[in-house]
């Protein structure tokens, strides 16, 4: 057994000072006890730090020079490796959009690391999201243009067989033909389905909704707009309660107010932070390749040399600080922004996403001034120490 002392975030607020135990299956014990620190060697001493529920990233491509369409367990691990260290516990290995060969590949890789489990250093695999590629081409951003189609039922059945329904997510524009039937298969199957790239007017993804859409991918980014007269895609995510909307908080893909604002109207429950990262993610500033195209990351911030942003290269731990100050919530509702909400989606609630006794000890401990994650434990295993 395991004790970690600090600023503990439980739903129900911070209980500061105080210890958690972490069991040798690696579930979450007691939380709140007031068992005093001892200097057993696998206890954490955590006093003054946030200890927070492990990150939950529904959508990230790649991180340490790795990306999940390079189809190899190896990419795969890198990447669960590379954000394992900015605190993301568990995450979505996303595709983008691509032949189905490349498509299968990806999906091969990701299955066979999550179904033989996470190694060392690395965070867990979720599942997959396939982001694409059933979009619209004028709302496609980064994916690229030449893999965009029609949704095709018997392509995503077979790629669900493939999958051995660890396909968690998908990411479709519900304007286009097959859409109904490609969402209800999704979600016969248990895939979470997110409207994105998309030109959807506000009537189309209202549609969507009652075939089955619950989420909307990177919200504002690659949708149509709001307008007053015409809500499009997005005044139709921030209006129905049905859609969680993904948000990429890295102060560029939206602007603070934007965070803000989306906020006010989703509420706390209705928000899933993501990072969108791509293989350039803490890696030094320089070209990269996205689909086949150069990526220029500078500034921290990925784009193609035309400007159109290109995924990001943000961190969890910057999301969840970034979501505080631009938006002004509590330490409890950042929480569930950055890992609760996401283990709903995942239907993975009391599993995961929390730290109540019973769950997963996946868990984060962030310096509480700088924000930088100083331990990353992964089923009650640290996996990344500062
Ligand atoms: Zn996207």
Redesign the pocket.
Known sequence: MRTITGDIVTPGGVLSNSALTVTDDGEIGEVGSTRPFSSHSEDIDARGFLVLPGFIDL?VHGGGGADFMHGTAEAVRQVARTHARFGTTGLLATTLTASQEATDRAITAARDVQLAGSGEGESRIFGIHL?GPYICPARR???PAQWVRDPDPAELAHWIQLSEDTIKQI?LAPERGGAEEVIRLARRNGVTVSV??TDATAAQTEKAVGWGATQA??VF??MRGLHHREPGTVGACLSRPEIVCEVIADGVHLDPLIVRMTVAAKGVAGIVLIT?AIEGTAMPEREYLLGGQTVIVQNGTAAFADGTLA?SVLTMDRAFANVRRFAGVSIEAAARLSSGNAARQLGLSGKFGELTAGAAGDIVILHPESGEVYWTLVGGRVVYRR
Request: aromatic fraction near 0%; glycine fraction near 22%; proline fraction near 0%.
């Open positions: 959508h982001e951003g980064a994916q990411t994105g790239h991918t990177h980014n690659a969108d995924g």
